[in-house]
């Protein structure tokens, strides 16, 4: 089978693999849409993980079975599903203990594009898959749908680890397609002041629409400054990290109260260490949590999200702003992501 992959750190490119074999447990999926991701980014030009071989890339896929493995229960071969980015291993002790995105290890639920082949290749394989497959819910477009396997699971996972609550004031910091699903998590959850950080006037756009009261540019100057101003000086209740830069961690520790909260979802791409500056936490008593956590998987998960869109209360068409169509324009799509012109939001490939 053909496959668009990393072939190492800095290089792509299409190769020839044998089709995966299907495990007791496991099943076989060849993808319908899939969308490349701003982490493939990090994994391929910014090396994050190190180094990999012929490692096909990719993993945020709406598929059909193609073959399922003799103990798995609730699939067949021509179901549609969604394919969450990370499927974890749910008998792992990590899992157990309701880490399920470190089973095996840290950061090892995420799989795809990162220990095995992604989902960019003609087919690919899914452990677990009665654990890890969603059913794709009828009238939920397959393209929209893509955007449940990682942006809104991600995105609403940055509000689980801030922990917004009704009336809190909340930044979200960074609204490329995780930090505007960011935005939307935290208008479901009743956040009262929703400061949204970006520049790019077409994301800009959709964090008003989904709930987004005021924008910070963080290229208008410092974005600590323009919140204090928002806020009077009190700051705020909770921050959602879905960008930046080095400086973005201090940021959001110095406009942060004390009792606040910090979900960081951004991945971190370079570089040893952040910096936590040492007075705005309060000398480290200030009682300012930071967080930051992989985004769960599993089935449940994956169902439940899915019938927030399957209902109408969160409208996924506005983050795709690049359709492409076919399997070998998954090249395209890759290459837009990584030169992220200023119109792009998040691109996406059906096949024919
Ligand atoms: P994008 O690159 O599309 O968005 C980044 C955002 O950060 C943009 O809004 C950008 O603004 C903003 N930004 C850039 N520089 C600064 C700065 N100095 N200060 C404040 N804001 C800034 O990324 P994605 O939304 O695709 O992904 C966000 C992150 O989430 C990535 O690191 C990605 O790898 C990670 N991720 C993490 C996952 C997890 O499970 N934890 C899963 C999936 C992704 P502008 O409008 O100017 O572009
Ligand atoms: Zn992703």
Redesign the pocket.
């Known amino acids: 089978m053909k496959g668009f992959a990393m072939l190492c750190i800095g290089k792509v490119g299409w190769i020839e693999k044998e089709r995966p074999a299907c495990g007791p447990l496991d099943a076989i999926v060849r993808p319908l849409a899939i969308a490349p991701?701003?982490?493939d980014?990090?994994t391929v030009w910014e090396g994050a993980i190190g180094d990999r071989h012929n490692m096909i890339l990719g993993h945020e896929a709406v598929g059909e079975v193609v073959e399922t493995g003799a103990l798995v229960r609730d699939f067949k071969p021509g179901d549609r599903v969604i394919v969450p980015?990370?499927t974890p291993d749910w008998n792992a002790p990590e899992s157990q203990r309701g880490y399920s995105?470190h089973s095996g290890g840290m950061l090892a639920g995420?799989k795809f594009s990162n220990f095995k082949d992604g989902v960019f290749g003609e087919y690919f394989h899914v452990n677990d898959a009665d654990g890890n497959l969603a059913l794709l819910p009828e009238g939920v477009d397959i393209a929209e749908a893509t955007m449940l396997s990682?942006?809104v699971?991600?995105g609403f996972?940055?509000v689980e680890l801030a922990d917004v609550q009704f009336g809190d004031d909340v930044v979200v910091?960074?609204?490329?397609?995780?930090?505007?699903m960011a935005v939307a998590g935290a208008a479901l959850r009743g956040a009262a002041n929703l400061f949204a950080?970006?520049?790019?006037p077409n994301?800009?756009a959709a964090a008003r629409g989904y709930g987004a009261t005021d924008i910070i540019n963080?290229?208008d100057g410092s974005?600590v400054e323009q919140v204090m101003e928002k806020t009077h000086g009190r700051g705020v209740d909770r921050v959602v990290i879905?960008?930046?830069?080095v400086?973005?961690m201090r940021?959001a520790v110095i406009m942060l109260k004390p009792g606040g909260c910090i979900g960081?979802?951004?991945?971190?791409?370079s570089g040893d260490s952040i910096g936590i500056p040492r007075i705005d936490w309060g000398c480290g008593m200030g009682h300012k949590t930071i967080r930051?956590?992989?985004?769960p998987g599993g089935r449940v998960r994956m169902e439940k999200l899915a019938e927030l869109v399957r209902l109408g209360r969160l409208d996924l068409a506005p983050l795709l702003t690049h359709r492409f169509t076919g399997f070998d324009k998954i090249e395209d799509a890759l290459t837009l992501m990584h030169e992220?012109p200023?119109d792009?939001?998040?691109p996406v490939v059906v096949m024919e």
Request: positive net charge; contains cysteine; aromatic residues 6%.
């Open positions: 991701c701003t982490s980014i990090h980015a990370i995105m995420w990682d942006m699971p991600t996972h940055g910091i960074g609204i490329g397609p995780v930090g505007l950080v970006g520049s790019r994301c800009v963080y290229r974005i879905a960008g930046g830069d400086n973005t940021e960081n979802v951004n991945y971190l791409g930051g956590g992989l985004m992220k200023r792009l939001i998040k």
